[in-house]
């Protein structure tokens, strides 16, 4: 069935290193791909999305790109700061606009 | 701004007692969701509506049914609250055209004692 895979946490790193967060995905049709980001004590908000194959979805310095042939939608920062420590879930939505979500990867970075 | 918001933050029940977790959203939203967020697992959509008076069953909506009687409020309701209904509780909306985000609320933790 539908699913999404991503690299489980908690991920620490120190200010200034480089991220990535794999996710993979399983579904049927083109589906719509999400970073999703929820920082301590709040709810989720959209952090880039992309709607088709090759898209480039970017924003606050993250960057994923929707790869079809592998399935993929990894999120990647060059330089990470104390304020990125959150939650971050990959997404994707199908038909209907419910989403489907990873079970997130928590991020720390220390000073 | 756009807002999603909910009735609680914190809630704690008591096992058997019937509750209800309130979302209201100002963006004249068609679509609404309930989520549960569990460590490890995820987000799981328990419940979604595209319409006044309509609703869909999501993947885990054993134990939840819901209400929505005007468009920007949706309803989640523990008709009798268990233990292993404590969680977070997520709601968010969408506009119906276009791939647009989905906007969250800030979440309510219910404990059920």
């Known amino acids: 069935g539908d699913s999404v895979t991503q690299m489980e946490g908690p991920v620490t790193l120190s200010e200034e290193a480089f991220l990535t967060i794999n996710c993979t995905y399983t579904?049927?049709?083109?589906?719509?791909l999400f970073w999703y980001v929820q920082y301590p004590g709040e709810g989720l908000q959209l952090l880039l999305k992309?709607?088709?194959?090759?898209d480039k979805g970017s924003n606050k310095g993250f960057e994923a790109t929707y790869r079809k042939e592998t399935t993929s939608f990894h999120l990647e920062k060059g330089s990470v700061q104390v304020s990125d420590s959150a939650v971050y879930f990959c997404?994707?939505?199908?038909?209907?606009?419910?989403?489907?979500f990873g079970k997130g990867t928590s991020l720390l970075v220390t000073p | 701004d756009v807002k999603v918001t909910q009735s609680s933050r914190y809630l704690v029940k008591r096992t058997g007692e019937k509750v209800f977790l309130e979302c209201v959203q100002d963006?004249?939203?068609?679509?609404m969701f309930w989520y549960r967020q569990d460590p490890g697992l995820g987000l799981r959509l328990i419940y979604f509506?595209?319409?006044?008076?309509?609703?869909e069953k999501g993947d885990i909506p054993e134990g939840y049914s819901v209400s929505r009687e005007k468009k920007e409020r949706f309803s989640l309701i523990l008709e009798s609250a268990s233990t292993n209904q404590t969680s977070m509780y997520l709601c968010?909306?969408?506009?119906?055209?276009?791939?647009?985000?989905?906007?969250f609320g800030p979440g309510t933790r219910l404990t059920v004692l």
């Open positions: 963006m004249d939203h068609e679509n």
């Open positions: 997404a994707f939505a199908n038909s209907g606009y419910a989403l489907n």
């Open positions: 509506s595209y319409d006044v008076k309509m609703k």
């Open positions: 579904a049927t049709g083109y589906p719509s």
């Open positions: 968010a909306s969408i506009q119906a055209q276009g791939y647009n985000e989905q906007f």
């Open positions: 992309a709607t088709k194959a090759d």
